[in-house]
């Protein structure tokens, strides 16, 4: 099984020769010799290598300096004859690699992620494995780390997401979790962080999430602040903003107005470029329009700011930023005509205006697909905001009776921008 130390060592940040020098048996180090050997001897056993179902860290074997004292340890992740997976742990010593032990996955189906994550500052790495089980929404965690020739398990929960961060700059990782009850369906976050006086990972954060969450989308964390956005029950999607023990979304005392509904799939992020993650709320029905809200401030003097408007086209893949001078006497209508998509922005005329109202601003175009270049040609005024791909975006403004709400070429290429592709785990 050489090639499967050759791909250890490239990891491992060892060379390999090339030329030549490939057509000879390679000559490897004796210490991953011997490693092969106690793998080999774990395969003789019915054993199958597997790999995380997700995640940057998917090898079935991985070299890491566990306890950083400069030599590696090996991390094995196998399926037993029996069905049960297991991690196995091997640790360096006196030139060679010996088994240290191994954790069981009870009852799981998968090796959903690993992750190696360093759990005081600079200091040792701890493994956490996630378990995919059938049985339930909530997929397992089990948390341990390597010292004095034994392995430890340090933290074992479940959850239905998940977050790493070093929420306090000092490179010691604590742990976000957030969970739903199989039988009352209702969501909680967790945090734990690493004990140094009982050697383990405590929970010291437990905060209800809102009612109307459905399943998770993604968590995020900046600055003493935890996001975490999730699909509704219904429709479209909410976000829980929790400060330490605190969930702003459900506390009605801090008065800052914390539905975070919005129907369209937008979540938590540094919409302006200031550094800061700001959070989507749906403004006026029928425009739509969302707003952009910075928290900042200490728990129970929390601050609402508001930051940007936004109109996302979800379907088409771009967004601009709502100009100030349109405020609330804009709205907007999404049609599609032979494949083309057009959103146009007019001002809602009062029922039985006299005479003829001009009120259409302008219109985005999405010629996607083959022939997007034939169909732009078919439009005439019509000027280019962004190509991406086969993908042609453009608009066109239209005479109107309302000079203070139109917008120029320059205008548009500032406000236009194409949705980046960020994939989330929605439903977990």
Request: aromatic residues 14%; hydrophobic residues 35%; glycine residues 10%.
């Amino acid at each position: 099984m050489f090639p499967l130390i050759l791909i250890l060592l490239l990891f491992a940040g060892c060379s390999v020769q090339g030329g030549d020098s490939l057509l000879s048996p390679p000559n490897l180090p004796s210490e991953y010799v011997e490693l092969q050997k106690q793998l080999d001897a774990i395969v003789a056993q019915g054993a199958k290598y597997v790999t995380a179902e997700t995640g940057t860290d998917r090898q079935s074997v991985k070299l890491v300096d566990l306890d950083r004292d400069g030599y590696n340890e090996a991390v094995a992740f196998f399926r037993m004859d029996d069905g049960m997976l297991r991690a196995y742990l091997f640790e360096y010593d006196q030139g060679g690699y010996y088994q240290v032990g191994y954790i069981e996955g009870a009852g799981a189906r998968q090796i959903y992620s690993v992750e190696f994550i360093e759990y005081v500052p600079g200091g040792w790495v701890a493994v956490a494995l996630s378990w995919r089980y059938d049985e339930t929404e909530n997929l397992g965690l089990t948390v341990f780390r390597y010292g004095g020739g034994h392995m430890d398990t340090i933290l074992q929960t479940r959850y239905k997401s998940i977050l790493y961060a070093d929420i306090h700059g000092h490179g010691n990782i604590s742990i976000f979790t957030a969970s739903v009850n199989d039988v009352t369906g209702a969501h909680r976050v967790r945090r734990f962080q690493f004990n140094s006086s009982e050697e383990c990972y405590k929970q010291n954060l437990e905060v209800s999430m809102c009612s109307e969450v459905r399943s998770i989308v993604c968590m995020q964390y900046c600055d003493g602040i935890l996001y975490v956005d999730s699909a509704a029950h219904g429709g479209g999607y909410v976000t829980d903003i929790v400060k330490e023990s605190v969930n702003i979304t459900t506390d009605d005392m801090f008065g800052l107005d914390g539905s975070t509904y919005r129907q369209a799939a937008v979540f938590c992020t540094d919409i302006d470029g200031d550094g800061q993650i700001e959070v989507p709320m749906a403004e006026k029905s029928g425009s739509g329009r969302i707003g952009w809200y910075r928290y900042s401030g200490s728990t129970f003097h929390m601050q609402k700011v508001h930051a940007a408007d936004t109109y996302f086209s979800i379907a088409d893949g771009w967004y601009m930023f709502w100009p100030e001078s349109w405020q609330d006497n804009v709205e907007s209508q999404r049609t599609v005509t032979d494949g083309v998509s057009m959103t146009t922005f007019f001002v809602p005329v009062t029922a039985g205006a006299s005479g003829e109202v001009r009120n259409a601003l302008l219109t985005v175009y999405t010629f996607s697909g083959e022939g997007s270049t034939q169909k732009l040609q078919s439009y005439s005024g019509v000027r280019v905001l962004k190509t991406v791909g086969s993908t042609i975006y453009a608009y066109s403004a239209m005479p109107n009776d309302f000079p203070e709400y139109s917008l120029d070429d320059r205008q548009m290429t500032q406000l236009f921008r194409i949705i980046e592709q960020i994939e989330f785990e929605e439903g977990f």
